[in-house]
């Protein structure tokens, strides 16, 4: 039996992909269905003065008209519960949620939202972080010490706009700085941009007479959807049901639940009629969460060696309106604040901050491309003002085993990776020996960029999955797992697992695509690149579960010790005489004996795992273990400058990551490519621009630019393979990685060439052009 | 004069078959075909024009369907992703992993379609051209442009 | 998805649409002339345009005339963008075209609908500008040729009821040496930040631009003695807008005229 790992393996759908059969939430044909449209706030800060809806109401078609009011006192939030589903008394972002319509058609929807007159009284909105910080600031919420916390690690400020703190403190300061002969400082701006996954959020909603929500969601987090509704309308958890197709691309966006809460709201409104709520793409980026910004700042003190000796780091987070996730992603970039490097002296702090922006939810790297620009722009900087090579810089201040992180966790080749053997590839990979900057015939300068990234899981201290493995009777297999199958090939990526661990053709191994709570064993959210590795050491135990079974079975049918037999190609058979085998579909369903007797019965594979010895983090020190492993690497970006219209082109960008082992290589290659796609449409064009009076101005693809083909660069992808013991077969997670270290590393380059200082995202040619002093 | 007011009957041709469909003059070609025809494979990505998702062939060229009216189709030719019979360029996608999510897939495919047939001896410039109308999130455009090579006439070759 | 209801009508000739307005008009329908669709949909569906009854022009002859007689081009107005490339007849335009959008949208954008257009660029009114074009407008009393510029300030102006049929240019002006070129905020696929068109007349050269102002307009002949009175001369016209500020357009199109004089020979 040949391996079913390291090989390309078609993801199991892609047929349907390539037909238009594959259905995602709003393909799914129902009858009756009505429809509901969002009435978004216009006002990014202002006080609610009514919402009247008498003519909307009276509106063809209009079934019911809901407003803030009809959820009461509500508040949702899985961290912090900030959020009125609909908004009450006030709104905070433009685009925020303030009615819904639901009627028989979509069009009518629309005409009646439209229809509803709003009596806003505006209010001085912050747009900015800076004016967050303000002494005696325009509070984005005045309650914010009345808010219940769900998690005991939070620490919300009262009377400021910082609803999360967290602090690292390391070594001493005082000492590190006395050791530096050099410093470096920058203070760093980035906006707040867009998920963009190309389907937009999706969901239909049902309740039944008996009281069962029933819920098809665009989701990554099917198992929190139920939870939360079930907090948040007191049903059991069993009265929930959520079901999840395809989801047509999420990028974190689609972990945050909002558009279900609507849409509970919705159904009930109309006596649980079953409701579909499809955002606009207008409103998938102005009303649904998005990527945070960020301002920091940063100061290093190295020796003249290049050995960093201290760190003193600022950041703010722009988590816009509500907290959502964010206090988990202020969290994040505090753990990996030291990057994959030994600092020993570190005082860093990281802050959540409310603006009247859209909220901020998790995002592909979840913080890590937002730290990384920071940290990876301040390397270069140190490594000009050393005169030292930025690979060198690197290399010098690599963690190695036995060092501690940031939050001191001992550092091991297990948990980390090698992250010096990446920048030997990459260095080969990208040319590196050829030089940096290469003044090109014509007038043209080629410039290239680097940077190391490094990410860990950051999930809760217990998260944990589960997964059954059970057997047709012709002996092949079904996966049941809750994995959401989002673009990756996550389930494709499961199967193989599974063929693997009982040695059997991929082919063999069945699994849907859809998520069903109601029926599919416990897993806490595709999210953090951590798929792979908690899904998989579930699947992996569900194997090996049956596996036990099926040897079992196979030494009561085959007459002879269990620990004489073998499991592979669908049979358990004689180690000794391997022609000598029960198939798998003979004890699939229980073993029967030529008198018709039989044992047994359908063997069921169960498998489960929780994180271990994740803490939470010290509240004064940071001091705490957030996950289990990283996965490291380092990326660089080659351009051609044209220094008389400061326009560049992308070149190449490259990518080594140490991906621990690689399962599935071409999936994998696509997955890091497409990562690296974001990063750079992140470093290069992808913003939101807040008007005055924080009306957003770019939310449909008009105006919000993303990568096209033909200006994406040559793509050189590699991998390093150094085990995560406890992971999979060794795999560590690497989905989201690709985007991470892109933004720095695109930035360092376009320094580089354009001889400037880049502090902030994304790199235009204006902003070169107002850098080079606006000639 | 043709004319279509209020709620009226519209003959389209739909993936070789001619049906009549109960549309309003207002709804798009993307609506009729996904809430009136079930074919659910055009997305409604953007309904802007600007993501491409909702490609088909109209006399066998790409049209965004969402910037079409389905009033306008009458006596055209329109082709969706289910109208392609295993078509080269399906079995491309498959096979160099054209897609992930596979929710811009759709329009993406229609689009090199046209493409082979059109120009079989398309060059890298006119595959950006036509290419550059669809927008992909997942992928970083690599695993496309390579399966649309594969296709045209002199295949992978110069890729 | 268009939040409202309207009524389609497709005439067949000139005088049948603009009849079918004319009545509809009347009818209190509030009708607008309809041709890609592009803009109209998409500005219906987010509530900014709303009207009664689109009149389409595809199906009029006279809109989609191609053709050169009599020593000029004649371009229907609801010829697309593709179909003008295509063609050949009017490079320049063709170029002009070829930029508009992405090349999907290309095949359903026509040349009236982007002269027409509130979008601001109109980047097709350039080359007409540039090269003595002629519109073929109809009116009451038939179509009647108005000089382009006549009808064309910035946008087209022509009276309620009137519909651009056609344009034409002379032959030997469409053939003259030309460059185009669009610069944009960083994407190809993009509004203008600056589209320039000009053209080479014996000695002198004609230039405009789209996207540096609120509307296309012509770049004074004075202007383009030097490349830094470019900016002097319409220093005032530059506009902020998402795709950059006015003071960086300003960079911008000095660069540009100056290697569009270069590319034409003309230091």
Same mark, same amino acid.
């Given at each position: 039996m040949n391996t079913q790992l390291g090989v390309s393996v078609k993801r199991k759908e892609a047929r349907d992909k390539v037909t238009g059969a594959a259905k995602y939430t709003a393909d799914l044909s129902q009858t009756p269905l009505l429809h509901v449209r969002?009435?978004?706030?216009?006002?990014?800060?202002?006080?609610?003065?009514?919402?009247?809806?008498?003519?909307?109401?009276?509106?063809?078609?209009?079934?019911?008209?809901?407003?803030?009011?009809?959820?009461?006192?509500?508040?949702?939030?899985?961290?912090?519960?900030?959020?009125?589903?609909?908004?009450?008394?006030?709104?905070?972002?433009?685009?925020?949620?303030?009615?819904?319509?639901?009627?028989e058609e979509a069009q009518q929807a629309m005409a009646a939202a439209a229809a509803i007159q709003v009596r806003y009284s505006p209010l001085s909105p912050v747009t900015t972080i800076e004016e967050a910080l303000v002494p005696d600031p325009v509070l984005v919420h005045e309650n914010l010490g009345s808010y219940q916390r769900m998690e005991a690690d939070i620490y919300p400020r009262p009377g400021t706009n910082l609803f999360h703190a967290v602090k690292v403190r390391k070594g001493d300061m005082e000492r590190g700085w006395a050791l530096s002969d050099e410093t470096v400082e920058g203070t760093f701006h980035l906006p707040q941009s867009d998920h963009a996954a190309m389907e937009t959020r999706a969901v239909r909603c049902s309740i039944s007479p008996g009281g069962v929500i029933d819920i098809t969601t665009a989701s990554q987090s099917p198992f929190e959807v139920r939870e939360l509704i079930s907090r948040y309308f007191d049903v059991p958890q069993g009265m929930v049901a959520v079901h999840v197709p395809l989801v047509g691309g999420a990028f974190g966006g689609k972990a945050a639940v909002q558009l279900e809460v609507l849409a509970v709201l919705a159904s009930r409104a109309v006596d649980g009629a079953c409701v579909s709520l499809v955002n606009s793409r207008e409103q998938d980026m102005a009303t649904s969460p998005c990527h945070m910004g960020m301002r920091a700042e940063l100061k290093l003190g190295a020796r003249r060696t290049g050995e960093i000796t201290a760190a003193r780091m600022v950041f703010h987070l722009n988590a816009g309106a509500y907290a959502d996730i964010s206090p988990k992603l202020a969290k994040a970039v505090a753990v990996d604040c030291s990057g994959p490097y030994r600092f020993p002296n570190i005082d860093c702090d990281s802050f959540g901050v409310y603006t009247n922006a859209p909220y901020a939810t998790s995002y592909r790297?979840?913080?890590?491309?937002?730290?990384?620009?920071?940290?990876?722009?301040?390397?270069?900087?140190?490594?000009?003002?050393?005169?030292?090579?930025?690979?060198?810089?690197?290399?010098?201040?690599?963690?190695?085993?036995?060092?501690?992180?940031?939050?001191?966790?001992?550092?091991?080749?297990?948990?980390?990776?090698?992250?010096?053997?990446?920048?030997?590839?990459?260095?080969?990979?990208?040319?590196?020996?050829?030089?940096?900057?290469?003044? !090109?015939? $014509? $007038?043209?300068?080629?410039?290239?960029?680097?940077?190391?990234?490094?990410?860990?899981?950051?999930?809760?201290?217990?998260?944990?999955?589960?997964?059954?493995?059970?057997? *047709?009777?012709?002996?092949?297999?079904?996966?049941?797992?809750?994995?959401? !199958?989002?673009?990756?090939?996550?389930r494709t990526a499961m199967a193989q697992i599974l063929a693997e661990t009982l040695r059997m053709d991929v082919g063999r191994v069945y699994v849907n695509m859809e998520v069903d709570t109601q029926t599919a064993p416990y897993y806490w959210k595709t999210v953090a690149s951590m798929t792979t590795y908690m899904m998989g050491r579930a699947v992996r135990a569900a194997a090996?579960?049956?596996?036990?079974?099926?040897?079992?079975?196979?030494?009561?049918?085959?007459?002879?010790?269990? !620990?004489?037999?073998?499991?592979?190609?669908?049979?358990?058979?004689?180690?000794?005489?391997?022609?000598?085998?029960?198939?798998?579909?003979?004890?699939?369903?229980?073993?029967?004996?030529?008198?018709?007797?039989?044992?047994? $019965?359908?063997?069921?594979?169960?498998?489960?795992?929780?994180?271990?010895? *994740?803490?939470?983090?010290?509240?004064?020190?940071?001091?705490?273990?957030?996950?289990?492993?990283?996965?490291?690497?380092?990326?660089?970006?080659?351009?051609?400058?044209?220094p008389a219209q400061h326009t560049y082109r992308l070149l190449k960008a490259a990518t080594v990551l140490d991906a621990g082992k690689v399962l599935n290589p071409k999936t994998a290659r696509g997955v890091v490519m497409g990562g690296m796609s974001m990063g750079l449409g992140l470093a290069t064009r992808e913003e939101f621009v807040q008007a005055p009076g924080g009306v957003e101005g770019a939310t449909s693809f008009r105006t919000y630019k993303m990568l096209r083909i033909g200006e994406e660069p040559e793509y050189l992808v590699d991998f390093v393979e150094t085990p995560q013991v406890d992971a999979p077969f060794g795999a560590r997670g690497i989905a989201e990685h690709g985007v991470i270290g892109m933004p720095a590393a695109l930035a360092n380059a376009v320094a580089k060439a354009a001889g400037v200082d880049i502090e902030e995202l994304p790199v235009t040619p204006e902003l070169i052009w107002r850098k080079k002093g606006r000639p | 004069?043709?004319?279509?007011?209020?709620?009226?009957?519209?003959?389209?041709?739909?993936?070789?078959?001619?049906?009549?469909?109960?549309?309003?003059?207002?709804?798009?070609?993307?609506?009729?075909?996904?809430?009136?025809?079930?074919?659910?494979?055009?997305?409604?990505?953007?309904?802007?024009?600007?993501?491409?998702?909702?490609?088909?062939?109209?006399?066998?060229?790409?049209?965004?369907?969402?910037?079409?009216?389905?009033?306008?189709?009458?006596?055209?030719?329109?082709?969706?992703?289910?109208?392609?019979?295993?078509?080269?360029?399906?079995?491309?996608?498959?096979?160099?992993?054209?897609?992930?999510?596979?929710?811009?897939?759709?329009?993406?495919?229609?689009?090199?379609?046209?493409?082979?047939?059109?120009?079989?001896?398309?060059?890298?410039?006119?595959?950006?051209?036509?290419?550059?109308s669809n927008l992909c999130r997942c992928t970083g455009y690599a695993e496309i442009r390579a399966a649309v090579k594969s296709i045209l006439a002199d295949g992978p070759r110069r890729a | 998805m268009i939040p409202f209801d309207f009524d389609y009508y497709a005439p067949e000739t000139t005088g049948e649409a603009f009849n079918c307005y004319a009545k509809l008009s009347k009818a209190g329908k509030r009708p607008v002339w309809y041709a890609g669709g592009t803009e109209l949909i998409s500005m219906a569906r987010v509530g900014s345009r709303t009207f009664g009854a689109v009149v389409d022009l595809k199906g009029v002859p006279d809109c989609t005339r191609l053709a050169a007689e009599r020593g000029r081009i004649v371009l229907g107005a609801a010829l697309t963008l593709t179909e003008i490339a295509r063609s050949g007849l009017f490079p320049l335009l063709g170029s002009t075209a070829a930029r508009i959008a992405d090349h999907t949208i290309q095949g359903k954008i026509t040349l009236g609908g982007n002269l027409a257009g509130t979008i601001q660029y109109r980047e097709s009114a350039l080359p007409l500008l540039l090269c003595g074009a002629r519109a073929h407008v109809m009116t009451a009393g038939g179509v009647e040729k108005r000089p382009f510029s006549q009808v064309f300030s910035g946008r087209l102006h022509l009276e309620e009821g009137e519909f651009l049929a056609a344009v034409d240019v002379p032959e030997r002006e469409a053939a003259l040496p030309h460059c185009h070129a669009k610069r944009t905020r960083q994407d190809k696929i993009d509004y203008p930040l600056v589209t320039l068109c000009a053209v080479r007349d014996g000695g002198s050269v004609r230039c405009a631009v789209s996207g540096y102002g609120s509307a296309p307009l012509l770049v004074p002949a004075q202007a383009l003695a030097g490349g830094a009175a470019v900016c002097g001369e319409l220093a005032g016209e530059a506009a902020d807008s998402l795709s950059g500020s006015g003071a960086y357009k300003r960079f911008v199109l000095e660069n540009m005229v100056g290697q569009a004089l270069a590319n034409l020979g003309v230091k």
């Open positions: 969002i009435l978004a706030s216009t006002q990014a800060h202002a006080l609610l003065l009514g919402v009247d809806a008498a003519a909307a109401s009276a509106m063809p078609g209009v079934r019911a008209v809901v407003t803030g009011t009809d959820a009461g006192q509500l508040l949702c939030g899985g961290i912090l519960r900030d959020m009125p589903p609909l908004a009450r008394d006030r709104v905070r972002y433009f685009g925020e949620p303030v009615a819904l319509v639901v009627a790297g979840f913080g890590h491309a937002e730290l990384f620009f920071c940290l990876e722009r301040m390397m270069d900087k140190l490594a000009d003002a050393l005169g030292m090579d930025p690979f060198e810089l690197r290399a010098v201040n690599a963690l190695k085993e036995g060092d501690l992180t940031a939050t001191q966790v001992k550092a091991t080749r297990s948990n980390m990776g090698d992250l010096v053997c990446c920048l030997d590839r990459l260095k080969s990979l990208i040319n590196w020996s050829e030089g940096a900057r290469i003044q !090109e015939p $014509g $007038g043209l300068i080629r410039a290239k960029g680097m940077a190391c990234l490094c990410k860990t899981s950051d999930t809760p201290t217990d998260a944990s999955a589960a997964a059954t493995v059970s057997f *047709l009777p012709d002996g092949t297999v079904a996966l049941n797992c809750a994995a959401v !199958e989002i673009g990756p090939g996550i090996l579960d049956a596996r036990r079974q099926l040897l079992a079975l196979g030494a009561v049918a085959m007459r002879c010790p269990e !620990e004489d037999l073998e499991v592979e190609n669908e049979r358990v058979y004689l180690k000794a005489d391997p022609l000598m085998f029960a198939a798998f579909r003979d004890l699939a369903t229980g073993y029967k004996y030529g008198n018709g007797n039989a044992v047994g $019965g359908p063997v069921i594979g169960r498998g489960s795992y929780v994180m271990d010895h *994740l803490t939470l983090l010290d509240k004064d020190t940071g001091k705490g273990k957030a996950g289990r492993s990283w996965t490291l690497g380092a990326q660089a970006v080659e351009v051609e400058y044209d | 004069m043709r004319s279509c007011t209020g709620k009226c009957f519209l003959e389209l041709e739909v993936n070789g078959r001619t049906v009549s469909v109960a549309a309003k003059p207002s709804d798009t070609l993307l609506h009729v075909l996904r809430e009136k025809l079930g074919l659910t494979g055009a997305k409604p990505g953007c309904e802007n024009g600007d993501c491409g998702a909702c490609t088909v062939l109209v006399d066998g060229m790409p049209v965004k369907s969402c910037l079409m009216l389905a009033a306008e189709a009458v006596g055209h030719a329109v082709t969706t992703v289910e109208g392609l019979k295993d078509a080269p360029i399906q079995t491309a996608f498959v096979e160099q992993w054209g897609f992930q999510c596979g929710y811009c897939t759709s329009g993406f495919l229609m689009v090199c379609h046209a493409l082979a047939l059109h120009h079989p001896d398309a060059d890298d410039a006119l595959i950006e051209t036509w290419l550059q | -």
